[in-house]
């Protein structure tokens, strides 16, 4: 196509945009050695043209390698600094420091959290955002100017924090925190007036629900949505529509250009509203990345207008780009630009031939059925362009693909728009109460439909696929490598694209189909401390096997492995025993991952039966299929049995739990203490864990027949005396443990 066919200016962004990614391995020797490489590139260049006499050599190649250059050196000093601030200030004093915090993100008893903008650390001026925690109960209001003593640490989830800015974790220390001014600045006046809005919304819709997408789809704050709802979205692929963008900028400016022309503006004037409206709104919305890159891409489209030249929307594309990682260095960081990047710009590649298919059909005769035809083929072809290029972002960030994203933004962009019109008209007219009643019932009854879809379409099975298989990465790279030839060459025939695209998309379905029905039926132990877990994975499905005291935490890390593969949901949830917590952790689990059945231990005490009441009631909640299986009952997972044995000590109320894998393995668990319940039985392969009462007596064990033992914890292994081995395999504290069947 030629994409970069005489755009010198489009050839120089992208050189920016590709500088600046080069310098993310945050290495000083890989920076210096990526700068040397450019410069001597750069040199050989410049004597070629002087040789040659090639001027246009320079603007093509020349002007460009200068542009990566600039960039590498500019990101090399920005992340270079931030690694020296770490290792300045990263240790075990405690530190001084003045800032102005920007949000209280969490607040309660035992924990507060808040964003900060740093003004001094011990004294000394220092610009950084912090994310400034408390173990305790501390009031803070955005723009507040407070002078505090902290520790510093690296926060968590480094990339992510680390894409918004944050590079050091500030933990307040009791009674010595003091606030010493107020600051308002435009961007907290603007997140008053959000919230404002925001309680408008939930003062008119009834259902918290459906006031939760109305804000999350007008003004960015997804804070009101449940997990559940989240999940659905996720699943089905429309979370896109709640992450404000391109989308959402472009349908509010034709809604505020259509009520323009109403009042006859000529288009100038237009513009000139339509950019200050703009503005007003990506402020209202927190001056998200990728309304700001739309937000650039519309003043470009306004500039050309005015100084009557043709605007270039890939080149605007790119510059938005280069410009928001040139003024927000850690930016270049965030996934959630880079996704906004790459589906702008699989949608402005699909524009031909979107273009061309509703050319031929205009052969269809009625106008009605034409347009409905070219809208839903239309929609289908821009959604099938934006998912396939932001697919290797996809398998980074998130490990899989929904494939019912085309079919989601077809049916629910009209949805999301008229909320999008409806909302800001509903807040206007609030103060006239029959007609904002009318306006906000609309968009009431509207979303209600968005979140009834979304949760039926994220039931059905198989929706979600892994892309944790071996031939993704070699699949991404050959894919877009020859996408990207045949897009800077100028073909003459610009079907090939298409056609080449359409294979590659037909191709990775056949090769990820392939390879999740190939995988051999699996068996995984999970060693997490005290909470151990087992996995079986087969033909796409995914069975957990439970055998914790009930911690969330642990059994959401668990999951999250577990669903990586095959079709990324849970098939069942086991549990080898009842716990309190069990009750609160199964309820948060199922709203964030998608599981279809929970199998429990018939109670044998009132406690238990108390336990399992509550969880009846919280799956019956959660619409999913809850089964009790009794004692020396098998439960049968594809080829796989399993025996599952809990008995109590008379010296604790904690079970004793012993489980026998047969058929496709042949595997035995005992839990802690296990010997002073009953015999150790030797096969193929064991497991003793550390679930259980503290194990308290020596015991012996034969491993004559097997061919791996493994201790959960050294010592209980401190405990054991082995007998007839034979060359069996021992593993001490291992951390994950996994059998395949041949």
């Known amino acids: 196509m030629g994409i970069f066919y005489r755009k010198p200016f489009l050839l120089c962004c992208f050189f920016v945009i590709m500088g600046a990614i080069m310098i993310m391995t945050f290495n000083i020797k890989t920076t210096v050695f990526i700068l040397l490489a450019e410069i001597a590139l750069l040199i050989i260049l410049v004597l070629a043209s002087v040789i040659l006499k090639n001027k246009r050599l320079i603007f093509s190649f020349v002007l460009p390698l200068i542009c990566a250059i600039l960039s590498s050196l500019y990101f090399g000093i920005y992340?270079?600094?931030?690694?020296?601030?770490?290792?300045?200030?990263?240790?075990?004093?405690?530190?001084?420091?003045?800032?102005?915090?920007?949000?209280?993100?969490?607040?309660?008893?035992?924990?507060?959290?808040?964003?900060?903008?740093?003004?001094?650390?011990?004294?000394?001026?220092?610009?950084?955002?912090?994310?400034?925690?408390?173990?305790?109960?501390?009031?803070?209001?955005?723009?507040?100017?407070?002078?505090?003593?902290?520790?510093?640490?690296?926060?968590?989830?480094?990339?992510?924090?680390?894409s918004k800015g944050i590079y050091l974790r500030a933990e307040m220390l009791p009674e010595e925190t003091e606030?010493?001014?107020?600051?308002?600045?435009a961007s907290l006046a603007f997140m008053h007036l959000r919230n404002v809005l925001v309680q408008n919304v939930y003062d008119n819709i009834e259902r918290a629900e459906s006031a939760g997408l109305i804000c999350a789809i007008f003004l960015g704050d997804r804070d009101g949505l449940s997990p559940e709802a989240k999940r659905d979205f996720s699943r089905t692929g429309g979370y896109h529509l709640l992450a404000l963008s391109g989308l959402h900028l472009s349908i509010f400016c034709v809604a505020v250009n259509i009520l323009l022309r109403a009042f006859r503006l000529r288009k100038g004037k237009r513009n000139i509203i339509l950019a200050l409206v703009v503005v007003f709104y990506v402020a209202l919305t927190g001056f998200q990345l990728s309304m700001i890159r739309s937000a650039i891409m519309l003043f470009a489209a306004f500039g050309a207008y005015y100084l009557r030249s043709k605007s270039d929307s890939v080149t605007a594309l790119a510059f938005a780009a280069s410009a928001i990682i040139v003024f927000s260095p850690s930016s270049v960081l965030?996934?959630?630009?880079?996704?906004?990047?790459?589906?702008?710009?699989?949608?402005?590649?699909?524009?031909?031939?979107?273009?061309?298919?509703?050319?031929?059909?205009?052969?269809?005769?009625?106008?009605?059925?034409?347009?409905?035809?070219?809208?839903?083929?239309?929609?289908?072809?821009?959604?099938?362009?934006?998912?396939?290029?932001?697919?290797?972002?996809?398998?980074?960030?998130?490990?899989?693909?929904?494939?019912?994203?085309?079919?989601?933004?077809?049916?629910?962009?009209?949805?999301?728009?008229?909320?999008?019109?409806?909302?800001?008209?509903?807040?206007?007219?609030?103060?006239?109460?029959?007609?904002?009643?009318?306006?906000?019932?609309?968009?009431?009854?509207?979303?209600?439909?968005?979140?009834?879809?979304?949760?039926?379409?994220?039931?059905?099975?198989?929706?979600?696929?892994?892309?944790?298989?071996?031939?993704?990465?070699?699949?991404?790279?050959?894919?877009?490598?020859?996408?990207?030839?045949?897009?800077?060459?100028?073909?003459?025939?610009?079907?090939?694209?298409?056609?080449?695209?359409?294979?590659?998309?037909?191709?990775?379905?056949?090769?990820?189909?392939?390879?999740?029905?190939?995988?051999?039926?699996?068996?995984?132990?999970?060693?997490?401390?005290?909470?151990?877990?087992?996995?079986?994975?087969?033909?796409?499905?995914?069975?957990?096997?439970?055998?914790?005291?009930g911690s969330y935490s642990k059994l959401n890390t668990a999951s999250s492995d577990a669903i990586s593969k095959g079709f990324c949901e849970l098939d069942a949830v086991i549990l080898t025993h009842l716990h309190g917590r069990h009750v609160n952790s199964l309820e948060r689990l199922s709203s964030s991952y998608m599981v279809r059945s929970v199998y429990i231990p018939e109670p044998k005490t009132e406690q238990e039966l108390t336990i399992a009441n509550e969880i009846e009631n919280v799956m019956g909640f959660a619409d999913i299929e809850l089964y009790y299986y009794g004692e020396n009952e098998l439960i049968r997972v594809s080829e796989v049995e399993i025996d599952i044995d809990r008995s109590y000590l008379k010296r604790s109320t904690h079970p004793v739990v012993g489980i026998t894998f047969s058929g496709a393995f042949d595997l035995k668990y005992y839990g802690s203490s296990y010997s002073e319940y009953e015999e150790i039985i030797s096969c193929e392969n064991v497991i003793f864990g550390i679930h259980g009462p503290v194990c308290k007596k020596d015991f012996s064990f034969d491993a004559s027949e097997c061919a791996m033992v493994s201790f959960a914890d050294v010592n209980i292994y401190s405990k054991s005396t082995i007998i007839n081995d034979s060359g069996t395999n021992l593993v001490k504290e291992p951390d994950k443990l996994v059998f395949k069947c041949n």
Request: aromatic share 14%.
């Open 79 to 162: 992340f270079q600094r931030n690694e020296r601030m770490i290792s300045e200030y990263v240790d075990e004093n405690i530190h001084e420091i003045e800032a102005i915090v920007n949000e209280r993100s969490y607040l309660s008893n035992f924990f507060s959290l808040y964003s900060a903008d740093c003004i001094s650390i011990d004294g000394k001026k220092i610009k950084t955002e912090l994310r400034m925690e408390a173990s305790f109960y501390v009031e803070l209001e955005a723009g507040d100017i407070i002078k505090a003593n902290v520790m510093f640490t690296e926060p968590d989830m480094k990339l992510y924090n680390n």
């Open 179 to 185: 606030k010493i001014g107020e600051k308002m600045t």
């Open 334 to 549: 965030d996934g959630g630009l880079w996704m906004s990047v790459l589906a702008t710009l699989g949608i402005l590649i699909a524009v031909p031939f979107e273009t061309f298919v509703r050319f031929k059909l205009r052969k269809i005769e009625r106008k009605v059925l034409r347009k409905i035809v070219s809208y839903i083929t239309s929609m289908l072809i821009f959604s099938t362009a934006a998912g396939s290029m932001v697919f290797p972002l996809s398998w980074y960030y998130f490990g899989g693909i929904s494939l019912l994203s085309p079919l989601t933004t077809l049916v629910l962009t009209n949805a999301v728009s008229f909320i999008l019109v409806c909302t800001p008209i509903a807040m206007m007219i609030s103060w006239i109460p029959f007609l904002s009643d009318i306006a906000f019932g609309f968009a009431d009854v509207v979303s209600r439909f968005v979140l009834w879809l979304s949760e039926m379409l994220s039931k059905t099975e198989n929706i979600f696929v892994s892309l944790e298989y071996d031939f993704v990465p070699y699949f991404t790279v050959v894919f877009f490598g020859i996408l990207f030839i045949l897009l800077a060459v100028k073909l003459k025939r610009k079907w090939i694209v298409a056609l080449f695209a359409l294979i590659g998309i037909i191709s990775f379905f056949i090769l990820e189909y392939i390879s999740i029905y190939d995988e051999p039926l699996t068996l995984e132990y999970t060693n997490l401390g005290k909470n151990e877990y087992f996995s079986v994975s087969f033909e796409g499905k995914n069975v957990l096997i439970d055998v914790s005291d």
